[in-house]
């Protein structure tokens, strides 16, 4: 059974929180907490990480196609020499390929709190039979 902790009023109060545009709340890093922080200064911190050329490239294309196409070739490469079944290359072949997303979640234990960036790759597949 579930049990409420919270009045109606602070419910309201969190749903005002989750609905505004001015501000953004996220988990802090470690699971040290919640943060909130401007939108502003979050996004930021978000094009800080990206503008590091040690870690990220701007490109001025989408590279899903070229990245796909040969790792669909070597799955139906190995289906065909009858090394994995059906089933096994319906589960690991791409339907359609998106770029990942991109947050932060703020390191509140270090100075000027920077940001760690997490990386959720977008990626769709066949629903398993």
Known sequence: DFTQNLSKKQQLALIHLQNRTDIIIRPADKNVGIVVLESNIYES???????????????????????????KFQLYQIFNKKE???????????????????????KLHKKKCPGRPIHLAMLSRLPLI
């Not at 911190?45 to 196409?69: R, S, W």
């Open 45 to 71: 911190k978000v094009l800080q990480q990206l503008q590091d050329t040690e870690f990220y490239n701007k490109l001025n294309y989408n590279p899903n196609a070229q990245i796909f196409k040969p790792i």
């Open 84 to 106: 994995i079944s059906l089933y096994i290359l319906k589960s690991l072949l791409p339907l359609k390929s998106a770029c990942a997303s991109l947050y932060i979640l703020p």
